[in-house]
């Protein structure tokens, strides 16, 4: 034992203050934003089933959850619409008066420092549930951008201070920037789904925003989640198109892809933990089979190791509740 040499690494391992010390990674309120559900109609707050602690919310039940959201300190959302009639063109994902929009002018008016970000993508408009127009079958990519650009100026309008374009159309954030500055809003920033991959672990959300596609799935439009290199092109050129934001999505099963384009490209990095990889946690955690504390906290504080600077969860508010 005498001549061993070696390094001594619990030497910064053995106490809790001594360990904080050395902490690289820290996970504050301000990095969350937090999803919301936004539906039609009147008294509602009703349980998505797969997603245990979600519930959609109408606008009359809006006041009191955000005032949960602000007591808890969480200073940004992003909203969901579930409107209550489809078409062929989601002419309510654009609508003056539609869900998301009336929804973010009343919490702008009631929380006006809220940073309200917009989801903006068709499906959860379309009698179809894609993503985009579609004919004989196809998802057509280029008349698509016209109604993306139509959305996002109609949720700037509203107040919200983010677009989040989540619909992987080809040329959206280009198509987007240039509506919103040609309708005067170039100080809005676009927080680009750049890295969106076609993932099963978006089943529950899809119960949940009732955006299930009525025909096929969406792998002409997500990536396949066996590609690194066309993550690094998709983020490429969402910069160059004048993304301000890249979100990667899902998080946990991407934390490689997170990692290098947090290297690669100067801007804020998104992880979104999609509502599979909150499910997984809740079942477990409600048969006692694992720390939900302890297991969230981990999770989203590797996120921020793997290099995001923020984390759309729907565990913000008891992340929130536990940093207090
Ligand atoms: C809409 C959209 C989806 C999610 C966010 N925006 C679903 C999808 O692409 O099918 C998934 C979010 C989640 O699973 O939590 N395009």
Redesign the pocket.
Known sequence: MKDLTFNRHRRLRQSENMRALVRETHLRKEDLIYPLFVVEGENIRKAVPSMPGVFHISMDNLKAEMDEIASLGIKSIILFGVPAEKDELGKQAYHEHGIVQRATRFVKELYPEMVVVA?T?L?QYTSHGH?GIVKDGKILNDPTLDLLAKTAVSQAEAGADIIAP??MMDGFVAAIRHGLDEAGFTDVPIMSYAVKYSSS??G???DA?H?TPQFGD?RTY?MDPANRLEALREAKSDIEEGADFLIVKPALSYMDIMREVKDRFNAPVVA?N???EYSMVKAAAENGWINEQEIVMEKLTSMKRAGADLIITYFAKDVAGWLS
């Open positions: 989801d993508c499906c993503c989540s619909n672990f978006y529950p959300f899809r925003a955006s969406r997500q979104y999609v509502s599979g």
